[in-house]
């Protein structure tokens, strides 16, 4: 299975880091520095584009559910090929602002594409790959997401100079060309078995690992209020412009290029759970600084912060989960609850936000308080196993520091 040259592994590698790219880094992130644009070119009201926003979140947890059971019915590589397929259109046809239901649409089918190509693109590529080389490609899978962000914080802009039509077909335009160049990358499937009994049947989850589930689930509704706003804000709350808007956006993506390194390095040195506490607690102050300050270098160097968050977790939580749960069949029926969770939360999030947002009358620092409040809970929940181990816990001296 291992067969592969040099060669055609990075076809592989190149394959997921489209794919991450397309389907999350340009479908979900490309449309916050739209924001101010679709809001000031009278396209849609302040409130809708903000909803339009969400409808990814939505079709993402769509997408998280339906991807297993779509690369059993057809092959993986097909599957991926058609989500990226769709989400090149749904760029296309957002090109006319035909209605809100019409955007709406499209805005949720890129979303259901991103959440399909999250469960699928790893699970069909490692397997191909040597188990001494699969923290390389995942790393790099997840690298996607981060230059997706990157890239629209500054190709957006450029587009924005022909208009907001072009804009979007622009999008499409990239968006199609990383599908067709990594076309022919993806592998033949693995036969897929059916899971055994012991995967299908929902064991009861330890401890460990609903408190796991929680905590992911409370850092998928955090982030949603940075990813949803935070361009708009500086933009319009601050009254510093779009160009600065797109500039914050871009320190974003440079953080998210970095998280997924960074933060599998912390998993490694650390441990999966310490490594978790140490991350939330470094969010919660970067976090505090977008609510206290309004100084653009500090939130510049908050946002670097923030914008390792969202893919960096991502590998944290897989770790965990290996740390929690023995046998590939349990581990991946897990990392698929988890995902479900995450998607799960982050929706809810995306619309919970949104109604603030209108109810509040635009209060962008109301929104990152309740980010703030997500993660600070997050932390909470670690306390009953800190104060019960305290005494008998030597894993938890920081001596291996």
């Known amino acids: 299975m291992h067969s592969h040259t040099q060669g055609s592994l990075w076809m592989l590698i190149w394959a997921g880091l489209c794919a991450s790219l397309v389907g999350i880094g340009l479908a979900r992130f490309a449309y916050t520095p739209l924001i101010p644009a679709l809001i000031e070119a009278h396209w849609f009201s302040a409130a809708s584009v903000v909803y339009l926003g969400a409808a990814n979140l ?28 769709l989400v090149s259109l749904a760029f296309l046809a ?21 959440g399909v190509i999250m469960v699928l693109a790893a699970s069909s590529i490692l397997p191909h790959v040597a188990a ?61 078995a059916a899971p055994p009994a012991a995967a299908q049947e929902s064991a009861t989850p330890s401890g460990g690992v609903r408190l796991l589930f929680a905590q ?14 935070l361009v708009d804000y500086i933009s319009r709350g601050l009254g510093a412009g779009t160009h600065k808007g797109a500039l914050v956006w871009t320190l974003y993506g440079i953080g998210a290029i970095v998280g997924p390194v ?10 999966a759970r310490m490594a978790i506490r140490l991350v939330l607690v470094i969010q919660l102050v970067a976090l505090g600084v977008l609510v206290e ?36 069949a349990r581990q991946n029926a897990t990392w698929s609850r988890a995902t479900v969770s995450f998607a799960t939360f982050q929706a809810l999030a995306g619309y919970a ?28 929940l670690e306390l009953p196993a800190l104060l019960g181990r305290r005494n008998a816990a030597p894993d938890l001296r920081l001596g291996r520091l």
């Open 58 to 85: 939505a079709g993402y947890l769509v997408g998280a559910l339906i991807g297993r059971p779509l690369a059993l019915r057809y092959s993986s590589a097909a599957v991926l090929r058609a989500m990226m397929l």
């Open 94 to 114: 957002c090109a006319w602002p035909l209605s809100v239901a019409w955007f709406f649409s499209w805005r949720l089918l890129s979303g259901i594409a991103g």
């Open 132 to 192: 001494g080389r699969r923290g390389l490609a995942s790393g790099a899978i997840f690298l996607g997401l981060g230059l997706g962000i990157a890239g629209s914080g500054t190709l957006v802009p450029v587009l924005l100079a022909q208009g907001l039509a072009s804009t979007w077909i622009g999008l499409a335009v990239v968006a199609m060309l990383l599908t067709l160049s990594s076309w022919r990358g993806w592998p033949a499937d693995v036969v897929h």
């Open 216 to 229: 992911y689930a409370l850092m998928a509704a955090s982030l949603v209020a940075p990813m949803m706003f």
């Open 262 to 271: 960074v933060y599998g390095y912390l998993a490694d040195r650390l441990g």
């Open 293 to 328: 300050s309004q100084d653009l270098y500090l939130i510049g160097g908050a946002v670097l912060v923030i914008g390792s968050f969202p893919p960096g977790i991502v590998p944290l939580a897989l770790a965990r989960v290996h740390q929690l749960v023995d046998g590939h």
């Open 353 to 380: 936000y949104s109604a603030l947002f209108s109810a509040s009358q635009g209060n962008y620092r109301l929104l990152f308080a309740v980010a703030v409040g997500a993660v600070a809970l997050a932390l909470l």
